[in-house]
């Protein structure tokens, strides 16, 4: 979503960055390049003029330092004023001393809503609640048949009533106390454009739930026009935070970066691709630190340890590090790893990645090729693959639809990664036994194996881009 403006501002910053000492000047011209580069985000112009305010505060007072790196600091003001821009903090979800919390999903028609209700309340499942929805959207056809085929899908009960959506949602609120459910998410109905209708419509809803939460469900992709919607909904509900949709869109990130500036309340939820898993808790300055290219660890680490037990990742770093890594294990992380999310999305979250790999647009489908030779093996090929020789890898090419040199490619470089983690096994030796960095660097839990904790990245076989990544066939080089 963001990526025009990560790629302007990563070359501002590196400019700033090389210089041993900055001028008023210096500072002059960065902020003209800032402030563009904010402008042709869709950024609010308020919130582009006082943002601009406060990096330029810092920059100067960065040049009039003793600092030995003003540039460094610098870096650290645009990267603290995204934050700030974006938000701040993480809104924490607390809950209602007594169940349910009641949260109001409220927005215009088209912008996701009745999807992110059911992805919040996979969410929600996921934080060892009991969520109930109910359908109060009568207004759209079939809105309430999507949303029983979304329940259905994360095993969430919908209560709705086709006679009236008041009525519904508070009948929805007393079943979801008999049936002890202490989450209740009420999905409303929306319009193509603001009008007197439906405001007073939802306000009558929230007035017969009293929402614990009320978040606004905006499209990334209006642009301005969300921050408009923000204000009007916000003026009759008092929102409590926005469920940005369409992340994973083309959008220039203008209304992310603005709605915090001007209706006071959070970004608290990102939609960040169409599948119900694909939606996560908004993190400010991880999302700065992403746009400004330095990665986001964290966001990484969470995804690695949903998709990997720690039995398997240490099941798996035991085999690397022992050099028995199979292509069956290799395969099964591979998946594993697709689990974490859009491959191209994991590109963004790895600190130091090549401009190049993050702007190739790498999708699942582009792991095709590799699935398709590794399945086209024998079990014994898979196991032995040194014996892949000559009509072997012809069959094997012909089998996965592939050519002969990509076999000999992928039988290679895996030859390469197998004597490389035994290498870093018996650098790993002394000391307590477990998943390793090189030198013997100890990894976070749940990190899938070839996580390389010193150098901030991921080891991928088959990615292109930096040492220990060869390319995958079919993939950019």
């Not at 991921?458 to 930096?466: A, S």
């Amino acid at each position: 979503m963001f990526d025009n403006l990560s790629n302007r501002l990563e070359g501002i910053i590196t400019k700033v960055r090389g210089k041993g000492r900055l001028t008023e000047a210096d500072v002059d011209e960065m902020m003209k390049e800032i402030r563009t580069a904010l402008l042709e985000a869709d950024v609010n112009v308020a919130v582009v003029r006082s943002v601009c305010n406060r990096i330029r505060e810092h920059a100067i007072g960065a040049t009039r330092s003793k600092a030995l790196d003003p540039g460094q600091q610098v870096v650290k003001a645009v990267n603290d004023e995204l934050t700030r821009a974006l938000g701040g903090e993480t809104l924490a979800i607390t809950y209602a001393a007594k169940p349910p919390t009641v949260v109001l999903m409220a927005g215009l028609q088209g912008s996701g809503k009745t999807t992110a209700s059911a992805k919040l309340g996979k969410w929600f499942k996921a934080q060892g609640r009991n969520p109930l929805m109910i359908g109060a959207d009568l207004q759209r056809p079939a809105a309430v048949e999507q949303l029983r085929t979304l329940g259905r899908q994360i095993d969430v009960p919908v209560f709705s009533d086709p006679e009236d959506p008041i009525l519904t949602a508070a009948a929805g609120l007393e079943e979801a106390k008999r049936l002890g459910r202490d989450v209740v998410i009420v999905d409303t109905a929306g319009r193509l454009s603001i009008d007197a209708e439906m405001m007073e419509q939802v306000r009558l809803i929230s007035g017969a739930v009293d929402p614990d939460y009320t978040f606004l469900v905006v499209d990334a992709m209006t642009g301005q026009d969300a921050v408009q919607t923000a204000e009007a909904f916000h003026n009759t509900l008092q929102i409590d935070g926005v469920i940005m949709s369409k992340m994973d869109g083309d959008a220039r990130g203008g209304a992310a970066l603005s709605v915090k500036e001007v209706i006071g309340r959070p970004i608290a939820f990102a939609s960040t691709g169409e599948k119900l898993e694909e939606f996560e808790q908004f993190h400010p300055d991880r999302m700065a630190s992403r746009i400004l290219g330095m990665g986001d660890m964290l966001t990484l680490i969470e995804q690695a340890e949903k998709a990997f037990t720690e039995e398997q990742a240490e099941a798996a770093a035991t085999k690397l590090m022992e050099g028995q890594f199979t292509l069956d294990d290799f395969l099964e992380q591979m998946q594993a790893l697709k689990k974490m999310g859009p491959l191209g999305g994991l590109m963004g979250m790895m600190p130091g990645m090549p401009k190049e790999l993050k702007d190739a647009k790498i999708e699942d489908d582009d792991l095709k090729p590799i699935e398709a030779i590794i399945t086209s093996m024998t079990t014994e090929e898979r196991t032995f693959p040194n014996i892949i020789q000559g009509t072997r890898r012809a069959r094997i090419a012909a089998g996965s639809g592939t050519t002969v040199a990509d076999v000999n490619r992928l039988v290679k470089q895996f030859g390469e990664m197998q004597k490389m983690m035994k290498k870093m096994g018996m650098a790993g030796k002394p000391g307590k036994k477990g998943k390793k960095g090189r030198g013997g660097a100890k990894l976070p839990k749940g990190l899938p194996a070839g996580f390389d904790i010193e150098q901030g990245g991921m080891e991928i076989p088959g990615l292109p881009g930096t040492p220990g990544m060869p390319g995958i066939p079919g993939l950019p080089r």
